[in-house]
């Protein structure tokens, strides 16, 4: 048994942010998974933050984290999952009660959901927050977990590839060690993701995906270029500071295709870099890659240009004219020819 709720517990994600004391260590690298944490003002409890990407739809992994009756299945520890209020797919309050090794009490909590589509990154932003809800009484015998915010993102990376990134600050209360609940927390950033791919393969899941309002909304954007145009864009500018090396890119049609219609690494490598500045780098690294090849095949060059990290470092901060040093070195490169 884990402390951590389970995976269904992201149905949303979200809640106010903690207020982080420090930044983001590296804590887990395991079977495509990555997991960080960093200390909160004014408790002992880390906050937690996993990326990955799945290979499957994203209407699909969105049919998965919606069902809260599904929290309840052989061999979980939920005991009791069910809504109290629900608006809509997107915006509802639900009950779950789970079981917790002797000696300790089980635990329960009512969570507020509200997901709502950021069309302009072409992603889904979900909050989750305990609330206090006077129509779920406290019940004896049953700790009511009221510590828990979280942010559960999730991203069109392709078709057929999703990224994931959950960030969550919870405790469970009840006494229990804050070394025990972080390990407990920990932990559960894998587990979690290996119920999810799980899920993925399940044909009922598959089948509700397949039919879904969302699978609907997607294909009307991926199939329209403006649309995906500009997702790149925005989701460069997100970490990408020098705006004209970012016009340099989507300038590029060779680029512009791989990055809308590739097969997703970049975006893979770029959603890693929710927790790491290397990630972005290396995303930078790609970018100029593919930039610098439509130009030159001196693959010698291309990397050496590549490998500059104060060029990188100067267009991922927009200090120093990254891209105006980037095209120096580009018509140098064109003279001397290929």
Known sequence: MRFSLPLLLWTGLGGQPARATEDWHQVLAEDGVLGYSRAVAGSDVLEFRSTVVLPARIELVGTILRDVEGLKKPGSSCKEARFVEKTDQ????????????????????????????????????ATLQAVDDPRVPHRSGIVRITTFAAQ?????????????VYTMHTDPGGHIPAFVVNYGNQHGLRDNVDDLRKATRDPKYLKAAAGSADKDLVESIVHDERKMNDIVTNRLGDYIHDRDFIALVTSDPPVMASLVRGDGRIGE??????????????SVVELL??????????????????????????????????????????????????
């Open 90 to 125: 997107n915006h509802y309050v639900f009950y779950a009660h789970y079981g917790f090794p002797i000696p300790l009490d089980d635990r329960d909590v009512v969570l507020r959901v509200s997901t709502t589509y950021d069309f302009a990154m072409g992603r889904a932003v």
């Open 152 to 164: 559960f993102i999730i991203e069109y990376l392709g078709r057929d590839k999703t990224g994931i």
């Open 269 to 282: 490598i770029v959603l890693h870099g929710w927790g790491s500045r290397d990630s972005k780098r290396q």
């Open 289 to 338: 890659k593919g930039w610098l090849a439509s130009r030159t095949q001196d693959r010698a060059a291309i990397q050496r240009i590549a490998d500059d990290r104060s060029l990188v470092d100067r267009l991922l901060s927009g200090q120093g004219g990254g891209a105006s040093a980037l095209q120096v070195a580009v018509a140098a490169l064109s003279r001397k020819g290929p």
